[in-house]
């Protein structure tokens, strides 16, 4: 019986990927596509724009792939290649306007047991603005810090977490409305 490494076959998939061995390049395509293209719809509301800015980014991927260092996760490096390529789209469109706020209210988000379907909580989220969706996504879905998201999307951090703070307020509110409708009192 012979076993295969993962990490291993993946490097040596990246390594022909990188000499434009085609077949590789379609393993990792297939390989990753359906969570990228997850990726790009929880910033883009439609799936066909979303898998445009997907094929994009994979090109991007492609154009790249030597500059992958083995260093960390390669979906994670991939994944940041495709949020980055979202945000560019959504500036090209101008679809994003942030508000420059500094006040802010730190709050706690109440987790609700998880009586809503995906696609109902996608909904929610597909909702907000587009300033507020794309912080909180990077914040509370991608994981990244306040500084960072101030950094990608050049504005200063306290407009990110004024941004997250009024998307959770948005989200409670619909969440309470959906509890509300859910349970008839509404």
Known sequence: MKIIHLHQEETEIIKLA??????AQQQIYSRFSSKMLSV???YIKDIQLAEDVMITAFMKVFTNLNKFENK???????RRIMVNECISYLRVQKKVKFVEDEIYVEESFNATDSQFSIDQIQFLIDALPDGYKMVFNLYAIEGYKHNEIAKMLGINEG???SQLSHARKM?????NILKKQDNGTE
Do not use: A, M
């Not at 990188?18 to 077949?23: A, C, K, L, P, S």
């Not at 989200?171 to 969440?175: A, E, K, V």
């Open 159 to 161: 407009t990110s977490k």
């Open 72 to 78: 960390g996760s390669f979906e994670g490096w991939i």
């Open 171 to 175: 989200l409670q509110t619909q969440i």
């Open 40 to 42: 790009c719809r929880q």
């Open 18 to 23: 990188v000499e434009n061995n085609r077949q």
